[in-house]
């Protein structure tokens, strides 16, 4: 059994442990649903995401 996150999901665990680190605060204080929101608005720089496929 595979128990890997999807690639969306991990791509974004990786920016919030980096914004995390970036502020000095913990990535586990971080709200993944806010990160979404926020992406949702806000597209990274384009390359900034691995391709999917």
């Known amino acids: 059994m595979n128990l890997r996150p999807p690639e969306p999901h991990a791509a974004i665990r990786h920016l919030m ?3 995390a680190a970036q502020t000095g605060q913990a990535a586990q204080d971080l709200s993944f649903i806010h990160a979404v929101r926020v992406l949702h ?8 995401l691995p391709p999917s496929g």
């Open 17 to 19: 442990t980096e914004a």
């Open 41 to 48: 608005r806000r597209p990274p720089a384009v390359g900034a």
